[in-house]
């Protein structure tokens, strides 16, 4: 009968926003469970606080632990983190608890609880599914739990591998419209970080941001959490652009050997040609298919075009010296029989076009770097 008529005297001044100043000597002080069954006399989750007032402010906080993955093919991340709700509820209020700041309950189920959710996830883990729930005495109302998710987000690769992408969160009220919930970062500082690497990439910046979008059910409030990154490339510098340079100098020493030696010549620019090759396998499959160029891809393709020019500038020679064999033992064939010349017509045309592939090759000496040099100022500049 004691605990009878305490809990009936607890429900009637908490009802009422009575302070109670009962001595402890003379009254027990009530546990944490009779206090919330107390609060929760007459109390329905099924309302919001304001539920024919003003709509409910809710204010989010986010404390991200990790961003383990970020995968760049599918443009979707991995993150885990805190993530605290703060909201205000009078019919929670009570002053019987004078003496504590706040107390701690673990029915969630028992209250009203916003219905926010994360717009852009595909897949969301609550692991172990702890939460806190926390009261206090003017009403106010702290729920805080831990996600895993995986979420998608639109990211721009024309600058890859020297690229920064936002990456972002989306959080909004599932049924509850502008004008019922209103949803805003508890403060500037509301998106905090454990570590600012993570393995690919360098976090630069986080920011939030609020607005309200327009559905065809109505206008709903949300909240973005965006975290700049920015790709740590040295992996590219040493497993794509160091390789290709190497390769686009040595072919460069075509132009140095002799073009009566062209097993030597050609042997080495397809051979470079294929290591080229070889250097670049697997970068086009690490993006999605793009429907633009990115910036490694351009450096790739040029390189190619200096390869290849190696090749075809060996080639204009060959065909030059061929199209001249010909019209050269033509015109000189009977004259070496006639004047009994002691050197060979061969001989006097290896000597005619020597001057002739000479000059071709001294021109590439020049010409070749020279372009190379401003494609490297144009790319690393522009």
């Given at each position: 009968m ?11 001044l908490c ?13 027990p ?30 204010e989010?906080?986010?404390y991200?632990?990790d961003i383990p ?12 983190f ?13 002053e019987l ?9 673990p029915?969630?189920?028992?209250i009203?609880?916003?219905d926010?959710?994360f ?9 172990n ?7 206090y ?33 989306d ?31 360098i ?6 941001r609020?607005?309200?979008i ?19 490339g ?10 290709l340079?190497?390769v686009v ?14 097993i ?6 397809v051979?470079?040609l294929?290591l ?14 793009l ?8 450096w790739?393709?040029?390189h ?20 001249r ?14 004047e009994?010349?002691t ?11 020597c001057g ?10 020049v010409?070749?770097?020279g ?6 100022i144009?790319?690393w500049?522009?």
């Open positions: 004691n605990k009878l008529a305490t809990l009936l005297l607890l429900l009637f009802h009422h926003g009575i302070v109670c100043n009962v001595n402890s000597a003379a009254m002080q009530p546990s944490v469970d009779e206090l919330w069954k107390s609060l929760l006399f007459n109390y329905s989750r099924l309302e919001r606080p304001t539920f024919r007032g003003d709509p409910v402010t809710v989010v906080s986010m991200i632990l993955k970020v995968n760049i093919k599918t443009m979707s991340f991995e993150m885990d805190y993530f605290r709700m703060r909201w205000h509820d009078d019919r929670l209020r009570c608890f004078a003496d504590l700041e706040y107390i701690d309950v029915y969630k189920k028992e009203w609880v916003p926010l959710f717009v852009n996830a595909q897949e969301v883990h609550n692991p599914s702890n939460f806190l729930l926390r009261l005495k003017d009403g106010r109302v702290l729920y805080s739990t831990r996600y895993v998710i995986r979420a998608r987000s639109i990211m721009d690769f024309k600058n890859f591998p020297t690229d920064e992408n936002m990456i972002r969160l959080i909004e009220s599932y049924a509850y419209t502008s004008d019922k919930m209103m949803i805003k970062w508890q403060s500037k500082q509301s998106l905090g970080l454990n570590s600012e690497r993570i393995t690919d990439f976090i630069k910046n986080l920011t939030t609020e607005s309200v327009h559905l065809s059910t109505g206008s709903y409030s949300r909240v973005y959490a965006q975290i700049t990154l920015k790709r740590r040295q992996l590219y510098i040493i497993s794509a652009y160091l390789p340079i190497v100098l040595m072919s460069w020493l075509s132009f140095w050997i002799n073009p009566k030696l062209i030597l010549r050609l042997g080495l620019l051979t470079l294929l080229a090759a070889l250097c670049v396998l697997g970068f086009d499959t690490e993006l999605p298919k429907a633009y160029a990115t910036s490694l891809s351009n790739i393709s040029l190619f075009v200096f390869l290849s020019s190696a090749l075809v500038e060996f080639m204009l020679i060959h065909m030059i010296w061929g199209r064999s010909i019209q050269y033992l033509q015109e000189h064939e009977i004259e070496d029989k006639v009994g010349e050197e060979s017509t061969c001989q006097k045309f290896r000597n005619c076009l002739t592939s000479s000059r071709l090759d001294l021109a590439s000496r010409l070749f770097p372009f190379y040099i401003l494609f490297n144009i790319y500049v522009a």
